[in-house]
């Protein structure tokens, strides 16, 4: 919490011209910000000390994959690459439908690590890339904020940003997910906007472009960009606001930016057809219809100007009719009217859930609960609001762009819980503004107490900088672009001049706000409770940090009375796979754990997390929403040899396929319509006991799933459902375990081979009780239990 | 579209079952046949069949069934490569045999013949079940037919059946066509229709039936007409082949000399069908007929010879793979018409008969389908009375980048958004 001090410090050096103090603020600032990208890379290492070195959960073994064969194969392999171990027998092209931003960056550090002989292996540079990339994202932070509110709220920003819990939870060590470069992308493609529009200049705007394109390649939430700035630039020019910088900061971001956003292949022609990129378009030719006409209004008198408006609007009106015709016919003719299933839910939360249930099912796509914002945000939550209303205290181009932000993504974060990501960094700039907005009020008025109405001049000047802060330094930087356009008579500058009028005005609004300064005790208290808030705000950061994020989730704690247990099953499982079964054989699993399958096991899936051919998952869901036969011909028929399923009845580990099994049936039944939800539910209710139906007892999953259960305690009690299964013993016919990891948390089975031969009808004679006690004792070899 | 590109993995994975055969392919000869009779007097009584089998090269060891040194395995390995079971009544084996060994035996790819009779004890008839052949169950019951039976001095019971309603195949039975019909008297049984391994070799008439033959027909027979099967052969998955008769006096010396008329028909046949179709039939049962190998499988582009590891989409692809078929003593090129290559990826997108040259190569060329994925190249061919051969081999298909954009943008469409928020990270709980 040094950072708003050491604000109101380097603001006091401003004003008192002292060079020497100047230098002191900025060397302060520098070594503030070097400690803040400490912390933002420091408080991230939890997973690594508290477990191990490893990527965590599922997208990011993909990455991983991904990343070691772009290492190991070079870019041009990389963007031609079929992946023939997934999506089994369709494939994937992972250079054209991945987006590479996250793999370049980090096969490039461990390239150039490599070349200068550090040689650290692909893992470790993969491990670490979200830490390394949190603390830029945290110094992209600080520019930003600065830029909106000077350099003390920039500080305050840039060290809320390094440790807000709902950041760490996407970046600590070993999260290796697009979203840990992503963020640091879109903080910084807003931050060189917002440069370019206080500024004005050509290179920040090519710079901006450049920081575009990075985002594009790094994360489809580039979306996000493509509409908010668009919608900025509106709302700029409806307010009256249009300018010269503001051109300029737009124009080349929407020609440049698309052309490069177009050279990523899975964008490709999508940055100029999908309805999701239509607003910049719309935009751009707004903007240009509004410089045309400010420059019409400069060349010809009032009067002609009146007539040429009548005549550009009765023809403007009709030509946009007509186009607005063509294009709602463009959209309506496509079947979800141009816009992706995943930005309808955006639009209408309930969308996916009533069409989509491979979106539904999906945890991350559910709306977030008001925990949860206490959870990933914290105070946070209550500052927005106050800085919010500090961005109107004055409202500037950059501030209207901050309330912009904070606005359109707590409607998104409400929306899908994972979109909470892009909130907090706007909650950390909002909440930075009002920080060290409160924090310099409170020293203001400490400081005018303690020196009293001794120098007034001082205080004077003191007051007017703590409330206008640094935007006033700013309003200094953009005035001179617009002393060119001062010089023609538009209204626009008319009410520039006139506020440029009201300056003295304001000042005076000083003189009397000096009689507002809070008591000295007040404003003591308030600093205390606000430093108090900060330490609260961090005691939780840290706290979420250790214990709430760091588990990679593919090694599993719990504490006990008899102390600490680690559940390695998946490991076991994906070990075992990979050195006892062949190369070429196919997994089929539910879609969740076909990443770490290729990744781990080496091995190709039927289905994985890039659930990107709903009829492939319904096939699988189907098979295993299906009796043992009918499921056997399914596999078989996708060259299956090995059927993985995640069983967490032992050891009460809830996120298991049981749990998740509802949405394989929807998923199935989908596409299957003989797969119905009704079958698998009592009364509505859906049970494993001995209440279930009888086709949820005989499904695969379940048989998969409880197969030999009974054993391990005598009475088959699932700890994650508090109950004992429904049916206890029954024998496989077409599969056979092959292997059970040593909390049974992933079972494995192999499918039979049809049979040799086919048996005539059995009959009831002698011969059938001699043929029962040859059969167990074939079977009876098959039946070591691999968990002991 | 854009030009496309193929290329074909290193792992590639060729199954040919029959590999794992008795049958070796390098040493037919030598090949040692386990007979277990009821008694040795069989031997002698039928020791035509015998001497025809040891004249073909099989070494034949004869064992009572009871006999309590028999083994089909030891260390592991199988002793033998056949077995003939010529003990209709016997009640257990000796030894270790048992009907898991027996099966056991059969499914790691060896061949079996089984003659059960009337009174067949319920292990002969458990090895039938076992292979797909119901015996009748009534233990007293044989096939009677009172219009195909063979006339003899006595007027007898009819259950002398003289029958040729043979299976129409020629690698089974032989080419040469059976004159004489073949006679049995025995028990007959019956297949289940949805059984594809197991085939109706030898008939009866549509006027028999299966009954006692001592007592009076007070119910309706069970096992009526051209359902009753005389002789049945079984070739399992693993194309071990199966003989089921229910008659062990088909195999005897008597059957093999005796003449034969049928009821009804004036024409008397010096010497009945029996050992021409018996013979035959043991050729197909031991393998020296009908017995595929599918070696070489290559595919390259038209005018080359290098299975290349780019392909455009545009050259024609050819495949071939030579087939032989084993006629005893030497491999033959196996030539035929209705060889098909598929080109496959979850439904066949090309299916191409392949042509031959006579000498046992057949090839096909086609032109690469307009879709990517992992295909594999497909040969199922399954033919009445021959190995099935089942090849197949996996390669892919990509789409460079260099090739235009068609692709990408087609598979984005599908995919776009998807990755929007990036992709997914796990199904969330249901409960």
């Known amino acids: 919490m040094a950072a708003p001090e050491t604000s109101t410090a380097a603001v006091q050096t401003l004003y008192t011209n002292n060079t020497l103090r100047n230098a002191f603020g900025g060397v302060l600032s520098f070594f503030i910000l070097l400690l803040i990208g400490v912390m933002a890379f420091s408080i991230r290492l939890f997973s690594v000390i508290k477990y191990e070195s490893v990527i965590h959960e599922f997208d990011p073994y993909f990455n991983y994959r991904v990343t070691q064969f772009l290492a190991k194969n070079g870019i041009y392999e990389f963007w031609n690459w079929f992946d023939d171990r997934t999506w089994y027998p369709l494939g994937r092209v992972i250079g054209g439908t991945v987006y590479p931003g996250l793999t370049l960056t980090a096969g490039t550090i461990w390239w150039l690590l490599n070349s200068l002989n550090i040689p650290l292996s692909v893992e470790t540079v993969c491990v670490f890339t979200a830490p390394i990339f949190s603390a830029f994202a945290s110094w992209a932070t600080y520019l930003l904020t600065k830029e909106v509110k000077g350099t003390g709220a920039g500080l305050t920003a840039a060290a809320l940003l390094a440790m807000v819990p709902s950041y760490i939870s996407r970046s600590v060590a070993g999260s290796y997910d697009n979203e840990a470069v992503a963020i640091f992308a879109l903080i910084f493609t807003f931050y060189l906007y917002i440069k370019t529009l206080n500024t004005g200049t050509l290179f920040y705007a090519t710079l901006n472009s450049i920081a575009y394109f990075y985002m594009v390649c790094s994360w489809g939430g580039y979306t996000f960009i493509i509409n908010l700035i668009p919608m900025h630039v509106l709302l700029c020019i409806v307010t009256g606001r249009f300018s010269s910088r503001l051109y300029i900061a737009y124009a080349p971001l929407v020609v440049l930016g698309t052309l490069l956003a177009a050279l990523v292949p899975v964008v490709g022609f999508n940055a100029v057809m999908t309805s999701e990129h239509f607003a910049s378009f719309l935009v751009f030719i707004i903007i240009h219809v509004v410089a045309f006409v400010y420059y019409i209004k400069g060349i010809l008198s009032p009067k002609m100007f009146k007539v040429a408006v009548t005549l550009v609007v009765s023809v403007g009106l009709a030509v946009c009719c007509a186009v607005i015709a063509v294009l709602i016919a463009l959209v309506a003719s496509s079947p979800t009217k141009g816009w992706s299933g995943r930005s309808l839910s955006l639009l209408d939360p309930t969308y996916a859930s009533k069409y989509i249930p491979i979106i539904a099912s999906v945890s991350e796509h559910q709306p977030p609960t008001w925990p949860s914002y206490f959870m990933d945000i914290n105070v946070l939550a209550f500052l927005v609001p106050a800085g919010i209303i500090a961005c109107f205290l004055p409202l500037s181009d950059a501030s209207s762009f901050v309330v912009l932000y904070i606005a359109t993504s707590v409607y998104f974060s409400g929306v899908m819980v994972r979109l909470m990501l892009v909130l907090a960094p706007a909650a950390c700039i909002t909440s930075g503004i009002a920080l060290s907005q409160a924090f310099d009020v409170f020293t203001g008025s400490i400081k005018f107490q303690l020196t009293g109405a001794s120098s007034n001049t001082e205080v004077d000047a003191a007051e007017t900088s703590s409330s206008t802060a640094e935007s006033q330094t700013d309003a200094v930087k953009t005035e001179k672009p617009e002393e060119t356009a001062k010089n023609r008579p538009s209204r626009k500058s008319k009410k520039k001049e006139r506020e440029h009028g009201e300056k003295p005005s304001t000042k005076a609004k000083a003189e009397k706000k000096r009689l507002l300064a809070l008591p000295l005790e007040s404003s003591v208290i308030s600093l205390l409770l606000l430093v108090l808030l900060g330490a609260f705000y961090v005691v939780h950061c840290v706290w979420a940090a250790a214990e709430a994020y760091s588990a990679p989730s593919i090694v599993l704690t719990s504490h006990s009375h008899d102390g600490l247990h680690v559940f390695d099953d998946f490991r076991e499982a994906y070990a075992w796979l990979r050195h006892n079964t062949d190369v070429d054989d196919k997994v089929a699993s539910w879609w969740d754990y076909g990443y770490q399958t290729t990744a781990m096991a080496n091995r190709t899936v039927i289905v994985d997390n890039n659930t990107w051919n709903n009829t492939h998952i319904a096939t699988v869901g189907t098979a295993m929403s299906s009796p043992e036969r009918a499921a056997w011909e399914i596999f078989h028929s996708l060259d299956v040899k090995y059927v993985l399923v995640v069983f967490g009845g032992l050891v009460g580990y809830p996120s298991d396929d049981i749990n998740k099994f509802l949405w394989m049936v929807r998923i199935g039944g989908g596409v299957f319509p003989h797969i119905k939800e009704p079958d698998y539910l009592r009364d509505g209710q859906y049970r494993i006991d001995s209440q279930a139906t009888p086709t949820m007892l005989n499904c695969l999953m379940y048989k998969l799933s409880y197969y030999r259960f009974v054993e391990t305690d005598g009475k088959g009690f699932d700890r994650v459902r508090q109950t004992e299964i429904g049916k206890k013993y029954f024998k496989l016919t077409h599969f056979e375990e092959a292997f059970t990891t040593h909390h049974w948390m992933v079972r494995i089975y192999k499918l039979k081979p049809p049979k040799n031969r086919i048996r005539g009808k059995t009959k009831k004679s002698k011969s059938k009780t001699s043929s029962t006690t040859s059969s167990p004792k074939r079977s009876g070899t098959k039946k070591k239990n691999p968990w002991q | ?431």
């Open chain 2, 1 to 431: 579209m854009g030009k496309f590109w193929v290329i074909f993995v290193a792992s590639i994975s060729i199954l040919l079952p029959f590999l794992c055969n008795s049958f070796s392919p390098e040493t037919p000869t030598n090949r040692r046949v386990l007979v277990l009779l009821d008694d040795f007097a069989v031997k002698s009584s039928h020791s035509s069949y015998f001497n025809s089998l040891k004249l073909r090269g099989f070494d034949l060891d004869f064992k009572l069934a009871d006999d309590p040194k028999i083994a089909l395995q030891r260390y592991g390995q199988y002793l033998y490569d056949a077995l003939i079971l010529f003990c209709p009544s016997v009640e257990r084996f000796g030894g270790s045999v048992d009907v898991a060994a027996i099966i056991n035996f059969v499914d790691s790819g060896h061949d079996l013949i089984i003659a059960a009779d009337v009174n067949a004890s319920d292990l002969i008839r458990e090895v039938a079940t076992e292979c797909g052949v119901d015996f009748d169950e009534d233990p007293s019951a044989m096939v009677i037919d009172h219009t195909g039976y063979a006339v003899s001095e006595t007027e007898g019971d009819h259950t002398l059946i003289a029958s040729h309603d043979f299976i129409k195949s020629d690698v089974i039975i032989g080419s040469k066509k059976i004159e004489a019909p073949v006679l049995f008297q025995g028990i007959g049984h019956s297949l289940n229709p949805v059984n594809s391994l197991v085939l109706k070799v030898l008939s009866a008439s549509p006027s028999a039936y299966s009954a006692n033959p001592l007592s009076k027909l007070s119910t309706p027979p069970s096992l009526t007409g051209s359902a009753i099967s005389l002789v049945s052969v079984v070739q399992a998955r693993n194309n071990a082949r199966i003989l089921i008769t229910g008659s062990l006096s088909m195999f005897s010396n008597r059957f093999f000399r005796s003449g034969v008329q049928k009821s009804g028909s004036s024409t008397k046949y010096e010497k009945s069908g029996n050992e021409q179709f018996l013979t035959e039939l043991s050729k197909w049962i031991f393998h020296e007929r009908g017995h595929l190998k599918a070696v070489n499988v290559k595919h390259h582009k038209v005018g080359e010879t290098d299975e290349p590891a780019l392909y455009r989409v545009n050259d024609e692809l050819e495949y071939s793979v030579e087939i032989y078929e084993w006629s005893g003593t030497s491999w033959e090129p196996y030539v035929t018409d209705d060889v098909q290559v598929q080109f496959y990826m979850m439904s066949p997108y090309v299916l191409k008969t392949l042509s031959n040259d006579k000498k046992g190569l057949y090839s096909a060329s086609f032109k690469v389908p307009d879709v990517y994925g992992v295909f594999q190249f497909k040969v199922e061919y399954q033919k009445l009375g021959y190995t099935s051969l089942s090849l197949s081999k996996q390669v892919s298909y990509f789409v460079s980048h260099d090739s235009g954009y068609d692709f990408s943008f087609e598979t984005s469409l599908t995919s776009y958004l998807e990755e929007t928020c990036n992709r997914n990270r796990s199904s969330q709980k249901s409960v």
